[in-house]
């Protein structure tokens, strides 16, 4: 079965940089897409981005600016790097596997995210 | 897309049906999704493609619906499905999510 862990620092000072790390045990999620997520209380849930199959990276135009998410298959990890963070980007973040669907000609698209890590809880903070 | 969701909160029974809605400002076809997500918990996939339910999901859950109004429907609703209730759709990108109905007792 396989599992996602977020990891990473639970406070990060203003104008700094975000980085989380998701390890995934139990199985390889290589085939599907890698994406983050957040929630906030005042924002809901907001889909950060993804690292696909096929190596492509995708983000969230309210983010797209600040985003890179990356990959490293030998280690069954893919991180997320957020810039220049302001109180705003507080919030609980969370890793999750997005299903392929609609797959022809060699491209597929993000479905639903059928398995999520546990969530780690950032703060912005001085 | 912008998807809302009614109502946004609402105390129930133990036995009762309960219907959520979500709209969405625009049509997705079927591609919408509902999350269940319990306090301090990640929210898990209920229901994808607007009526599939996924493997080990109660068969009191069912989803219908498409292009711009869809129904997460829980018949006889037990104390463990007490819980906020997210749609998202993923049509196009950026996928996004309602805002949550959140089902007390």
């Known amino acids: 079965q396989v599992r996602l862990q977020e990891s990473g620092p639970g406070l990060v000072r203003p104008s700094e940089t975000l980085s989380l790390t998701c390890t995934v045990s139990?199985?390889?999620?290589?085939?599907?897409?890698c994406s983050w997520i957040r929630q906030s209380p005042g924002e809901g849930l907001e889909w950060i981005g993804y690292?696909?199959?096929?190596?492509?990276?995708k983000y969230n135009p309210s983010l797209d600016s600040r985003v890179a998410i990356s990959s490293d298959t030998s280690k069954s990890q893919f991180s997320l790097q957020l810039t220049s963070v302001t109180a705003a980007d507080s919030a609980t973040y969370y890793c999750?596997?997005?299903?392929?669907?609609?797959?022809?000609?060699?491209?597929?698209?993000?479905?639903?995210?059928?398995?999520w890590g546990p969530g780690t809880v950032v703060t912005v903070s001085s | 897309i912008q998807l809302t969701q009614s109502p946004s909160s609402f105390s129930a029974s133990a036995g009762d049906k309960v219907t959520i809605t979500c709209r969405a400002s625009?049509?997705?076809?079927?591609?919408l999704a509902w999350y269940q997500q319990k306090p301090g918990k990640p929210p898990t996939l209920l229901v994808s493609?607007?009526?599939t339910l996924q493997s080990g999901v109660p068969t009191r859950f069912s989803g219908s619906g498409s292009g711009t109004d869809f129904t997460l429907t829980i018949n006889s609703l037990q104390a463990e499905d007490l819980a906020t209730y997210y749609c998202?759709?993923?049509?196009?990108?950026?996928?996004?999510f309602g805002p949550g109905t959140k089902v007390d007792l």
């Open positions: 999750a596997r997005g299903s392929r669907i609609d797959c022809s000609g060699g491209t597929c698209f993000q479905g639903s995210f059928d398995i």
């Open positions: 139990g199985g390889s999620i290589s085939h599907y897409y």
């Open positions: 690292f696909s199959y096929n190596g492509r990276t």
């Open positions: 625009q049509g997705v076809s079927r591609y």
């Open positions: 493609g607007a009526s």
């Open positions: 998202q759709q993923y049509k196009s990108d950026p996928p996004t």
